[in-house]
């Protein structure tokens, strides 16, 4: 799977990528990522700005409860945070429901020494270890499967 952040900084090199796998078709899910990466940080922030000003508005009810003045406004204005944040966090969890199988569908990245191709056959061998072993006889666990009694 692509990381998040990789996708952010370089969305160019992973295009370049799905050019050389020859998966074009991948190419827009690219640009869905990154859209709606970018609606969940807009998300996010606005989160942590009403979090903020949940936390301020306590802050200055308590400075006016000290200080003798009315908390009415306040309360009011505090009051419908929670509910704008557990919506705006609905709406995080939606996004990243649409965004995980998009980024578990992009494929990693290719080392740059791997050729281009449009099948094995364009592989080049590198190198080979050892001798092929080729077998005409059947191995020792087909004997010994043949003479096991099945089970009717």
Do not use: W
């Not at 998966?23 to 990522?33: F, M, N, R, Y």
Request: one cysteine or more; charged letters at 40%.
């Amino acid at each position: 799977m692509i990381e998040l952040k990789f996708l952010r900084e370089n969305p160019d090199t992973i295009r370049k990528d799905l050019e050389k796998r020859k998966d074009t078709s991948k190419k827009t899910l690219v640009d869905e990522a990154l859209e709606l990466d970018r609606q969940y940080r807009e998300k996010l922030a606005s989160v942590e700005n009403l979090r903020f000003r949940r936390n301020q508005a306590s802050q200055e009810i308590n400075k006016a409860k000290k200080e003798g003045r009315d908390i009415s406004k306040l309360v009011k204005e505090i009051k419908d945070i929670p509910v704008r944040v557990q919506e705006a966090e609905t709406e995080q969890a939606k996004i990243t429901e649409k965004l995980r199988p998009i980024l578990m569908s992009l494929p990693n990245i290719l080392h740059d020494s791997v050729p281009y191709g449009k099948d094995s056959g364009d592989n080049l061998i590198v190198r080979e270890f050892g001798s092929c072993l080729l077998y005409t006889s059947p191995s020792p666990r087909d004997r010994t499967r043949s003479r096991m009694p099945s089970s009717a």
